[in-house]
Nanobody, 126 residues
Framework: EVQLVESGGGLVQAGGSLRLSCTASGLTFDDYAMGWFRQAPGKEREGVSCIGWSGSSTYYADSVKGRFTISRDNAKNTLYLQMNSLKPEDTAMYYC???????????????????WGQGTQVTVSS
């Protein structure tokens, strides 16, 4: 059974930082591209970032470029999202997802991913 478990969310003041982690099991981690998505109440799910299987290719939503950094440790089956300069509009449930193509689709933010985690809440206060 494939499991993706996110952690690291919490409450932080605007301008602060958080580091999210996503630990995967039940799959060959380095066969998969990995993504971070978020969804705020009343809003559609938004693609935040995507990383290819090797970690050499990364993609970001315009709204987080320059503030967020995606990375992965294939030896630890773990995906990360370093979030700096957080803003109240970053408040959302954050989900990690795995895609067995191995690389990020050109339209990764709207393409289907195969497996999803349960999410971790990030709340940024003003």
């Amino acid at each position: 059974e494939v499991q993706l478990v996110e952690s690291g969310g919490g409450l932080v003041q605007a301008g602060g930082s958080l580091r999210l982690s996503c630990t995967a099991s039940g799959l060959t981690f380095d066969d998969y591209a990995m993504g971070w998505f978020r969804q705020a109440p009343g809003k559609e799910r938004e693609g935040v970032s995507c990383i290819g299987w090797s970690g050499s290719s990364t993609y970001y939503a315009d709204s987080v470029k320059g503030r967020f950094t995606i990375s992965r440790d294939n030896a630890k089956n773990t995906l990360y999202l370093q979030m700096n300069s957080l803003k109240p509009e970053d408040t959302a449930m954050y989900y990690c997802a795995a895609e067995d193509r191995g690389y990020c689709h050109i339209r990764w933010a709207s393409s289907p991913f195969d497996y999803w985690g349960q999410g971790t809440q990030v709340t940024v206060s003003s």
